[in-house]
């Protein structure tokens, strides 16, 4: 269980209720304002048939200044059609009258279950509520209300100086299964009160996405709602970054993205069912894009999958999804796949220094490398994903009972 202490961002207040859009009664509604001048920065999902909540908020967002968020937990308002859209605008709406402010500064988000509208009465009662318990100390409620089949709630904050000035940065997110970029169902919320140019912010929000959330997967399936907000207050006592190769900017960039790597683990780690940790880390390639290639054809593999949950040092599962990752001009010969620090594969074939005891002791662990170097360039990427065990084919089974 995640216990880290949160910090309170100057500018931001957060506030959550049980508006009973969750089966369970937990909260699931959170309302999350910002000071005003602060600067938002986003990023969506891929998927064509992204939510009414996520076409909503890129809308709102090229409009106006954000100054507030909306989040339900327990529906996912997505397949919803021009209802859908409707219902989004209208709990933006809600937000806007009780906080006074545009409904377009407003941006809505939504996860649960597809295909279902938004319970609209149990939104309208519920927006007071969350708002009348705003606090900057709002930071562990918030991150509970966000989740849905996840077994624990995913939040850090970290306290770090630039040039002596001390800022503060905090993130949480959602996500356990519907894993898989771009981006990775999740959904993730941080907030700093560093001063940042606009240009400065979504630079890092893209980058720092582009090497946590979208790094990793847990059954391949990519959502129709996943968001990821990062807002900055601006009240730090600091001069404004502006340049992206400030030594300012370059000591943001790093804290923000150890932070949500640190996050895209945990909603790795707390996969639907999980029982192991992966990294497949693919070295030596000759571009990203073909390093990145070769760990997603490892990382979705059902065999492979399915082998660590079984603790079974069933190597020849790697090198077959390996092999038809679609590598071209492809040397088998130069390939080396190692599991942990014990050499699977080389020259073509087993590792004459293989055993199977080996491979079984490192099987046997929670945390485990898969190691693929191709051998033909200087490019790395490393992936994070989980095994499939019996629990993921039940929780999903049972996802609407």
Known sequence: MNTESMHPVAGVYLGTTAAKIKKSGAEDLLVMTFHPGSRTAATFTQNAFCAAPVTLAKQHLRLQATEALIINSGNANAGTGKQGLQEAWQTCQWVA???EIATESVLPFSTGVIG????????????PNAIANQSVMGWDAASKAIMTTDTCAKKISRQFEIDGHLVTLNGIAKGSGMIHPNMATML??????????????????????AVSFNRITVDGDTSTNDACTLTATQLADMPEITDVHSDAYQTFYQVLEALMVDLAQMIVRDGEGATKFVSVIVEKGASSEECLQVAYAVALSPLVKTALFASDPNWGRIL????????????????????????LVEN??????YTEAAGQAVMNQTDIDIRILLNRGDFSETVWTTDFSYDYVRINAEYRS
């Open 97 to 99: 009258t009780e906080l």
């Open 116 to 127: 279902q509208n938004l319970p609209m009465q149990k939104m309208q009662l519920g927006i």
């Open 188 to 209: 993730g919320f941080a907030a700093t009160d560093a001063k940042i140019s606009q240009a400065c912010l979504e630079k890092a929000l893209k980058d720092a996405v």
């Open 320 to 343: 077959a999804a390996v092999g038809r990752s679609g590598l071209v001009d492809f040397d088998i010969e130069a390939l080396q796949i190692y599991l942990g620090d014990t050499l």
């Open 348 to 353: 073509g074939g087993r590792a004459e220094s």
